[in-house]
């Protein structure tokens, strides 16, 4: 499913990451490495430290203890270098309520230089240009989701952070947006969902968390069902 050459920069390096909030652990000592192209679920129950780490890794959050490289570079001494090859799509869809849909994705295309053509290429294929001059807070959460996923790949960006990308979306919406966040998008994937099935089916390695620790990393095949319902209890 995916490709690598020998020599190839992992898209994912981390060496036993830690991240506290106050008290509170909420990741510890995780270890892996993602191949560039690849896919990562990450699953578990809630609190268990999914979105926490896709935080880390979109940089927004710092570690606390261990090592994180994203595309050859360390953080978060160098997030400079990368921020502008990622593309997070988390809870908040990071879009101004008061503004367009066209108008967000213009202000981002600037961010990114990034021209104008691609934001009504990406209108047109989630199906969310007659609604684009629309201000968001006028929109369902579904046609808001669309308008994430599009700011999301805006500039092509070669690692995706996908936190339950789908969330809201009806079938249909999910068919418009899967070639831009789908396996078929090329981008290197790291996703969590509350399906973990569905997530295990387009991932070449799953890392499963409990309680902010590592409790599996590996391919899809060496889960078992026992150890998956173990995540979740």
Excluded: W
């Excluded at 295309?109 to 968001?136: C, F, Y």
Aim: charged letters at 20%; glycine letters at 10%.
């Amino acid at each position: 499913p995916f490709s690598v050459r020998v020599g190839d920069t992992p898209a994912i390096e981390l060496r036993g990451l830690a991240r506290h909030f106050g008290e509170r652990t909420a990741l510890q000592g995780v270890t892996l490495t993602v191949p560039a192209g690849a896919t990562l679920a990450v699953l578990g129950r809630n609190g268990a430290g999914k979105s926490t780490l896709l935080r880390i890794l979109a940089t927004l959050l710092r570690p606390h203890a261990g090592t994180v490289a994203l595309l050859g570079e360390a953080l978060p001494r160098r997030a400079f270098a990368v921020r502008g090859k990622l593309g997070f799509l988390g809870h908040e869809p990071l879009l101004y309520n008061d503004l367009t849909g066209r108008e967000n994705l213009r202000y981002h295309a600037q961010l990114h230089n990034v021209s104008n053509g691609r934001v009504e290429e990406l209108l047109d294929a989630v199906g969310m240009a007659r609604r684009a001059d629309d201000a968001v807070r006028l929109l369902s959460r579904g046609m808001v989701q669309r308008l994430a996923v599009c700011r999301a790949v805006l500039h092509e960006p070669q690692l995706l952070l996908l936190d339950e990308p789908r969330a809201n979306l009806d079938p249909a919406a999910g068919e418009l947006v899967e070639p831009l966040i789908g396996r078929a998008a090329g981008a290197t994937r790291v996703l969590t969902s509350h399906d973990p099935q569905a997530a295990l089916a387009e991932a070449d390695l799953v890392l499963g968390l409990k309680d902010g620790l590592q409790a599996f990393v590996g391919e899809p095949a060496q889960l078992s069902e026992a150890q998956l319902k173990e995540l979740y209890q």
